[in-house]
């Protein structure tokens, strides 16, 4: 085991902190996962590409135009319920 250091803006840290004290995680879980997955994808675990936001309001439209991204209209909550059951 090792220990790494970095510079950090105060306020990132803070926030950041805060969302991963939000989701029941440490500073050092986080950065242990975003490593693990740099690893598992052979390259940063992120997009890195930047989009207008033209640009993802489209693809969203074309996401919401194909009728396998739509769920079917139920009639009743158990019937929905029966269709979110694999």
């Not at 490593?35 to 309001?57: F, Q, S």
């Amino acid at each position: 085991m090792c220990t790494i250091s970095c510079k950090v803006d105060d306020e990132v840290k803070a926030n950041s902190e805060a969302i991963f004290e939000s989701l029941g995680i440490t500073m050092s879980a986080a950065i242990n996962m975003f490593l693990r997955a740099t690893i598992r994808e052979e390259g940063l675990p992120i997009n890195t590409k930047l989009k207008t936001r033209d640009e993802l309001i489209l693809e969203r439209v074309k996401e919401a135009e194909n009728p396998e991204n739509l769920s079917p209209v139920f009639s009743s909550m158990e019937e929905a319920k029966a269709w979110l059951k694999p």
